[in-house]
């Protein structure tokens, strides 16, 4: 009862969305062929693992769909199964205290594309919304794979002491990763998906640090809205927006502190190992960035700058990485990691702005019907 009045507005927010033909529910007669089945498997293979490997992950992934519970009936099963996990991360951080005010949020999956993850206000009572699009974690999987495959380059020398020159004349011999990070950005600018990226799963030796990096992006980013909810962010008229934006990025980081010490994450996340990108704050520093990039790229693409209240990225990331600073035990190593992710993406940026200068946006424009962000609403 505790978010009773949420639930009954987004069911009819839900039912809304099922007239617009943009919204991203699944086709319930689609049927995956034999060519796009062996393709997936073949990736797998080429990036080191057996057709046996393959064949497991495909059966854990529908497994775990199959059993998972349901916000919004007719969206993809795998990001209910996302959501669900990634609540429990945020619960298990929480005093109890705050979970019983977290528990007047209803979390559910928007059936909208893009790396959208909002919070909604339900009028006249202290409820509230917080919704992650479907593709959303998909992005951040992207996102965190790249920047593993960029750091590797100079064998993780990307925080303090980092040298720009290098991983920039790194970048310019591996084309092809260069062109990831690009497929990233135009991808979801263009169709708000991972349609046009090429998959490319992570290697053994990649598999761990990827899932951590996308885990504490994913993370960062429901404890930011959660933390907007927890704060009563957007219920006073005249409120300083970018100040909320701020106070919502650190509830965030430090909610990932506390989740990173609770023994019930570590049971969610199935091992034992620390994830440094959570309790740095390096995952919402690499998601922040990232969003603002990717919106470079749309807006060049759309010719559509929106209004954003948001402050900009590079303050955000200083405040996330010099929070207690104080605290000398752990500041160096949050320096370190939380470096990582700005520098990599200002290389990233510098590397691309080139592409960005010569790329034929107008023919683009030219070849798309409409801006799906705006065609979602």
Not at 72 to 89: D, F, I, T
Not at 110 to 135: C, F, R, W, Y
Not at 198 to 205: H, I
């Amino acid at each position: 009862m505790k978010k009773a009045a949420a639930i009954d507005l987004w069911s009819q927010l839900l039912d809304r969305a099922r007239n617009n033909e943009w919204s991203s529910f699944d086709d319930p007669s689609h049927v995956v062929s034999d060519e796009d089945r062996e393709n997936r498997v073949r990736a797998y293979l080429d990036s080191g693992w057996t057709r046996e490997d393959a064949q497991v992950f495909e059966e854990i992934t529908h497994e775990k769909a199959m059993s998972s519970p349901i916000t919004s009936p007719g969206v993809n099963r795998n990001s209910e199964v996302m959501l669900q996990r990634l609540v429990k991360a945020l619960l298990a951080g929480l005093s109890p205290s705050d979970r019983r005010l977290a528990e007047t949020a209803h979390f559910a999956v928007e059936p909208k594309a893009g790396p959208l993850v909002s919070t909604i206000n339900v009028m006249m009572t202290d409820q509230t919304i917080i919704a992650m699009g479907t593709h959303f974690t998909r992005y951040c999987g992207l996102v965190a794979r790249a920047y593993v495959r960029t750091c590797n380059l100079l064998h993780w020398e990307t925080g303090i002491n980092f040298n720009e020159m290098e991983l920039r004349r790194q970048l310019q011999r591996r084309p092809d990763l260069l062109l990831y990070w690009w497929r990233i950005f135009t991808s979801y600018a263009l169709t708000g998906t991972h349609l046009l990226t090429e998959f490319r799963p992570s290697t053994r030796e990649e598999v761990l640090l990827m899932e951590q990096m996308a885990t504490a992006m994913e993370i960062f980013a429901l404890a930011h809205e959660l933390g907007h909810h927890m704060q009563s962010h957007g219920r006073q008229i005249g409120g300083d927006a970018k100040a909320e934006e701020f106070a919502a990025d650190l509830f965030a980081a430090r909610l990932c502190e506390q989740i990173e010490g609770a023994k019930d994450y570590q049971e969610i996340q199935g091992f034992r190992f620390t994830n440094p990108y959570l309790w740095t704050g390096a995952g919402g520093i690499l998601l922040l960035g990232s969003i603002e990039l990717f919106r470079k790229v749309k807006e060049k693409i759309f010719q559509n700058p929106r209004f954003d209240t948001h402050p900009e990225f590079a303050e955000r990331a200083i405040k996330i990485t010099n929070r207690n600073v104080l605290d000398t035990a752990t500041f160096h190593t949050r320096v370190e990691f939380c470096n990582s992710a700005t520098n990599v993406l200002q290389c990233v940026l510098s590397e691309l702005e080139p592409i960005m200068s010569v790329w034929p946006f107008a023919e683009m424009r030219a070849r798309i019907p409409d801006d799906w962000e705006l065609a979602q609403h």
